[in-house]
């Protein structure tokens, strides 16, 4: 059994693109990448499903969170040590 191919996402891309664009329709793309035209055509409908995403605003992860608190506190720390400091000095 030969190895399955394998295609970059750019490539991807840039056959789906082709397609919705009306620049190559289907069938034309399958002939000319020899890909069958099934395997393109759940490449567009991925495709399509996922253009949504390039627009969400991702969600901050919980560690991201976490590290804007601990950088709050650090500068709040840096503020009372500096403060020590000039009461002492004086």
Known sequence: ????????????????????????GLMEASREYQIKDTVLSRWKQEFLERAKQVFEKPEP????????????????????????????GS
């Open 1 to 24: 059994m030969p190895d399955r191919r394998k295609f970059s996402a750019e490539f991807k891309t840039k056959v789906v693109l082709e397609m919705i664009t009306g620049k190559k």
């Open 61 to 88: 992860k919980e560690h991201e969170k976490e590290i804007a608190e601990l950088e709050r506190m650090i500068g709040r720390l840096t503020l009372q040590l500096d403060m020590a400091k000039k009461v002492l």
